[in-house]
């Protein structure tokens, strides 16, 4: 069973930068899509990045596309959400998940590994 710990969370002026971390325990880490989910209070938690299991298939939420960027080292088990020109809307607990398949998945249903979230705060 794969566990995840988030971090690099923490709170950022709008427009600046954050990157996000995730490492996962485990030896099947490389064999699984990852992905990032957030949820903002009082909201539904919401798809934002995935990749598949080798790194070469990436896939956005509208909303972070071109702002956000998630890669992986499989060597260290860690998945990585680098986020920029970050805006209030932004603000929201992300979750780090891992898929029992190799491949993309925007549907929260298909990861089953959830870490414990980290808050990320943009301030106006």
């Known amino acids: 069973q794969v566990q995840l710990v988030e971090s690099g969370g923490g709170l950022v002026q709008a427009g600046g930068s954050l990157r996000l971390s995730c490492v996962a325990s485990?030896?099947?880490?490389?064999?699984?899509?990852m992905g990032w989910f957030r949820q903002a209070p009082g909201k539904e938690r919401e798809f934002v990045a995935a990749?598949?299991?080798?790194?070469?298939?990436?896939y956005y939420a509208d909303s972070v596309q071109g702002r956000f960027t998630i890669s992986r080292d499989n060597s260290k088990n860690t998945v990585y959400l680098q986020m920029n020109s970050l805006n209030p809307e932004d603000t929201a607990v992300y979750y780090c998940?891992?898929?029992?398949?190799?491949?993309?998945?925007?549907?929260?249903?298909?990861?089953?590994?959830w870490g414990q979230g980290t808050q990320v705060t943009v301030s106006s």
């Open positions: 990749i598949s299991w080798s790194g070469g298939t990436t």
């Open positions: 998940a891992s898929t029992a398949g190799s491949r993309v998945a925007v549907d929260r249903r298909k990861y089953n590994t």
């Open positions: 485990g030896s099947t880490f490389s064999s699984y899509a």
